[in-house]
């Protein structure tokens, strides 16, 4: 049943796989280079900025419009990666990668607080009322 399958569709169709392969390895590389770093606010309010400017790609303006109609979106989920799977998110950032790497410095995100140990029958209370005792 492959009769139909022509040279030019043969090509075509590997074009696609790599393409697709291309597209997964860059949104792998992104992941690991965010991975434990938050966008911070100044990191937000750039990336506003340049996506208002003339400088930023269609798609980015498009993207900034839509945000900023309060289409369910924001720049945090954007930065961090949680809308990658909106095909408007991926051809922005992808359109404005080199701008975007430029732009976010990114904070390590904060250490967890402690963990208090959990209190054994043989510790004392660690507060007294009148009858505690």
Request: hydrophobic share 35%; aromatic share 4%.
């Amino acid at each position: 049943m492959t009769a139909w399958r022509t040279p030019d569709i043969t090509a075509a169709e590997d074009f696609l796989t790599g393409a697709v392969a291309d597209v997964d390895r860059a949104m792998r590389s992104a992941q690991q280079n965010l991975k434990g770093k938050e966008p911070s606010t100044e990191d937000v309010r750039r990336v506003m900025q340049f996506a208002k400017s003339s400088d930023a790609s269609p798609a980015m303006r498009q993207l900034a419009d839509r945000i900023a109609r309060g289409a369910g979106l924001s720049w945090r989920q954007v930065l961090t990666g949680e809308a990658g799977h909106d095909p408007l998110v991926r051809q922005a950032l992808e359109a404005d990668r080199a701008k975007l790497d430029e732009l976010i410095k990114g904070e390590t995100a904060p250490p967890p607080p402690p963990r208090r140990p959990a209190r054994t029958e043989d510790d004392e209370p660690t507060q007294f009322t009148e009858d505690a005792w």
